[in-house]
T-cell receptor, first 114, second 112 residues
Framework: NAGVMQNPRHLVRRRGQEARLRCSPM?????VYWYRQLPEEGLKFMVY????????ESGMPKERFSAEFPKEGPSILRIQQVVRGDSAAYFC????????????FGDGTRLSIL | EDQVTQSPEALRLQEGESSSLNCSYT??????LFWYRQDPGKGPEFLFT???AGEEKEKERLKATLTKKESFLHITAPKPEDSATYLC?????????????FGAGTQVVVTP
């Protein structure tokens, strides 16, 4: 999984706080994807971004969650007013441009809500 | 509704004991099927992409095949280092091509 960098690896927040998860894609990759893995569940797609554009956010909860991939810097997944149910592993993946390219994953951020 | 189902949920093998994992899918249109392995505490590691029925891909002790309704991941003469959770995912023609839908995975344990 070398190449896609996620930080922090572990994040603890209290209910009501904000969580910011960062993802730096592999060098040369311009497409970023976020997935969530809840305890005892499979990976679920959240959002697909290109630089400065959200392409598909069909998996994002309607409230409290947002994502961005600015022209400069990492992609950010932001969760406002966290609740216990937000506790999960959040994975970022990246790919080069063009269809049918495999997505390469980072090692995730484990978010725990107290 | 699209569905991806993996079986078995868990598999325990002796070293050298070959076996197959199954990934069956029900989708409106398949753009591609992907296999990943995931080690505990790590992100999924890409293994293969398959695009059309009849296609096969191989890498070391792993071989992936695809039919119109399912994919198999064959593990030949496994070693303990093949222990991992194996995930399959589909990309459909009705979703954006960035969206992968994952199965729940098969946890494989290979004992010496």
């Amino acid at each position: 999984n070398a190449g896609v960098m996620q930080n922090p690896r572990h994040l603890v927040r209290r209910r009501g706080q904000e969580a910011r998860l960062r993802c730096s894609p592999m060098k040369g990759h311009s497409h970023v994807y976020w997935y969530r893995q809840l305890p005892e569940e499979g990976l679920k797609f959240m959002v697909y971004l290109q630089k400065e554009n959200i392409i598909d956010e069909s998996g994002m909860p309607k409230e409290r969650f947002s994502a961005e991939f600015p022209k400069e810097g990492p992609s950010i997944l932001r969760i406002q007013q966290v609740v216990r149910g937000d506790s999960a592993a959040y994975f970022c993946a990246s790919s080069p441009s063009g269809p049918n390219q495999p997505q390469h994953f980072g090692d995730g951020t484990r978010l725990s809500i107290l | 509704e699209d569905q991806v189902t993996q079986s078995p949920e868990a598999l325990r093998l002796q070293e050298g004991e070959s076996s197959s994992l199954n990934c069956s899918y029900t989708v409106s249109g398949l753009r591609g099927l992907f296999w990943y392995r995931q080690d505990p505490g790590k992100g999924p590691e890409f293994l293969f992409t398959l695009y059309s029925a009849g296609e096969e891909k191989e890498k070391e002790r792993l071989k992936a095949t695809l039919t119109k309704k399912e994919s198999f991941l064959h593990i030949t003469a496994p070693k303990p280092e093949d222990s991992a959770t194996y995930l399959c995912a589909v990309q459909t023609t009705t979703d954006s091509w960035g969206k992968l839908q994952f199965g729940a995975g098969t946890q494989v344990v290979v004992t010496p």
